[in-house]
Structures are given as C-alpha cells and as structure tokens.
C-alpha cells in the first residue's frame, strides 16, 4: 500500500511539473538550422543547446550520413539555449563551393576536456539516443537566410508575430503560411538586405485559442511591390529558404517565466549577449531533436518502477 501511495504522489508531481516551464538547465541536446544562402560561409544556426561543453560542426554529406568536418565554432553549456550562433565553413573548403550543397550541423563533444576540437576524437553528442544534428541546404551566393524559432512557441501580440531575422538578397517579402495547410496567414513587403524584429500580421489566426504552426518564407518580389502569385520563394539550391515554429494566439497567451537565451548578433562582429525570450504557459513536448524536460521524464519513470514492484 505504502508502494501505490509512494507512485500516486510522484505521479502528481510529474502532472504538476508538466504545468511548470524548467529552466533552461533542463534543455537537452539540440540543434535547429534551415536552407541559406551565404556569400561568406558563414552558416546560422537557428537555436542550439549543449548540456555539456562541446562544439558545433559543418560536415559535407556523405550519402545521407555526416561526413567529412567542414568547420565548427566552441559551444559552452552554461550559455544556455542558443539563438542565431554563427558556424564558420573553413577558408579551403569554401574556396571550392559552388553552387548549393547538403551539410549537417552536427553537435560533438569535447572528449578530452581540452578545449580544442578534434574531430577524429571529439564524439557526436546523442539527443534520445540520437545525434543531435540538422541536415540543410547550404548555397554560394547573396545572403538569404531566415530564423524565428525558439524555445517555446511565439506569442502573438496586436495581431502579429515577430520574426527575429531576415536576410534577402533582393526587394521581395517575408510571408507566414499556415503549417498545416501553406494558406498565406500575412506578408511584409522588405528591401534587400538584413532586418531584425520584423512584425508580420495573422489576420485572424492571431485571435484563436491554440497554438498552431507557421512557416516563415523569403519571396523574391516580381517587380510590383505587391505579394502575389506571381512572386516565387528564395532558394537555396531546390529548398526556400524558410523556418518553421508554433504561435500562441493573444487569447491563449500568459504569463510564464522566460528560459534563459543567448543570442548572437548574426553578421556583426559583438559578442553574444544573454537576453530573456517570451514563452507561454504551455512547455514543449520532450522529442527527439527538441528542447524537453528530462526532469518531468525521469519522475514519471520513477513512478512506474514503484507501481511495478508493489506486492
């Protein structure tokens, strides 16, 4: 008897934390990068989190798999869950790049403890007995790139969400298209160039009371000024230039406490500085890839062993 009661009390903690955001402690291994266009071999990656010291790499694709280390950047787990970090392709390898290619950003440990990146030693760190890695399109040309997704979904706010950055290489516009069905939510009509913090309206997804997924998208502009038809998405070899993420709309939206993030400025030459991102009530679901709560896990799991061995 004591054993079942033990179970339904941690039971109702695990219910309890699910209601909770954890802190940024309680990310797992992660990595998030999408299709760009770069004129320097600069690659962004859109967010990324280490539990432990190790680093970030740029790896040719070799049929399917990671192949051979095409640059990499040190990541440190106390920076906490990453926005825009930057991944530099080595000089030699990005004399050579011509046109698009496919590459992994891969995350890898730091085996030996001594700071420097080996790739023949420094291993690939697993996300639920997974690498952590995203695999991209990754093009030579005028800068096109775009990131919004975070740790939590975005909150709505005045019938708009914030992208937080946007690169075009020509006048075109950056359109947010339903996740589910690609229906054109809003549009905002942008010059060449980079944008920081761009609003693009919902319309009346925004007035809705569950969180719903989005993608972002870079069009070239026909000449017209107006998004229409006839405008066709940026590309980085045969994949737009796009990212995708949840919204919360402003009806649903509350108070939650903001996880720790640490953006860096994307083609600047400051130093990253720790910033305090919005989230909403609800915490994501821990799956492979993505932020979760091993806490939440680990006393769910805890539980079922004590159910298990009651007499």
Request: without cysteine.
């Amino acid at each position: 008897m004591r054993t079942v009661h033990a179970a339904a009390v941690l039971l109702a903690a695990a219910v309890a934390l699910a209601a909770v955001p954890l802190p940024a402690a309680a990310h797992v291994n992660h990595v998030a990068a999408d299709a760009q266009v770069t004129p320097d071999g600069v690659v962004v990656v859109e967010t990324a989190f280490v539990a432990s010291d190790g680093f970030l790499a740029v790896q040719r694709d070799d049929d399917g798999e990671p192949g051979a280390v095409l640059g990499h950047t040190r990541l440190r787990a106390g920076e906490g869950f990453r926005t825009e970090v930057r991944v530099p392709v080595d000089d030699a390898a990005w004399a050579d790049w011509n046109g698009s290619a496919t590459v992994h950003l891969v995350l890898r440990d730091d085996r030996d403890g001594d700071g420097e990146f080996d790739p023949e030693e420094d291993g690939v760190v697993t996300s639920f007995g997974r690498p952590a890695a995203a695999t991209v399109s990754l093009a030579r040309g005028d800068r096109a790139a775009v990131s919004a997704r975070d740790f939590t979904p975005l909150r709505a706010a005045n019938g708009s969400v914030t992208v937080r950055y946007a690169a075009l290489p020509a006048d075109g516009h950056l359109v947010v298209e339903n996740g589910t069905d690609g229906a054109t939510l809003g549009s905002v009509a942008l010059d060449a160039g980079d944008h920081r913090n761009v609003s693009v309206p919902l319309g009346d997804a925004a007035t809705g009371d569950e969180t719903f997924p989005v993608r972002a998208v870079l069009y070239r502009d026909d000449g017209d000024g107006t998004f229409d038809g006839d405008d066709t998405p940026a590309l980085a070899g045969d994949s737009p230039v796009a990212t995708t993420f949840s919204v919360t709309p402003e009806a649903a939206n509350a108070t939650a406490t903001p996880p720790l993030v640490v953006t860096a400025t994307p083609f600047d030459d400051g130093t990253a500085t720790p910033t305090a991102s919005p989230s909403p009530t609800e915490p994501p679901t821990a799956t492979p890839g993505q932020p979760g709560f091993g806490a939440l896990a680990a006393v769910a799991a805890l539980a079922l062993v004590l159910v298990a061995r009651r007499p």
